[in-house]
């Protein structure tokens, strides 16, 4: 891999790292049961992202 494409996936770990803390502070917070729903369905779809990206290195 060349230093721009592994740049990229760093990019792309943090981002996913910051998406997953805020997904979970968000349904840390919640009381409705469908938003938290919703919230914790992007947290484990965030959480799979940085997987994928992180098996990339």
Known sequence: MSPKELQYIEDALGHEQFLTSQ??????QLNDPELKNCVNQMLAK??????????LV
Do not use: I, M, S, T
């Open 23 to 28: 997904c979970q502070q968000a349904v840390n």
């Open 46 to 55: 965030h959480r799979e992202l940085f997987g994928k990206f992180y098996q």
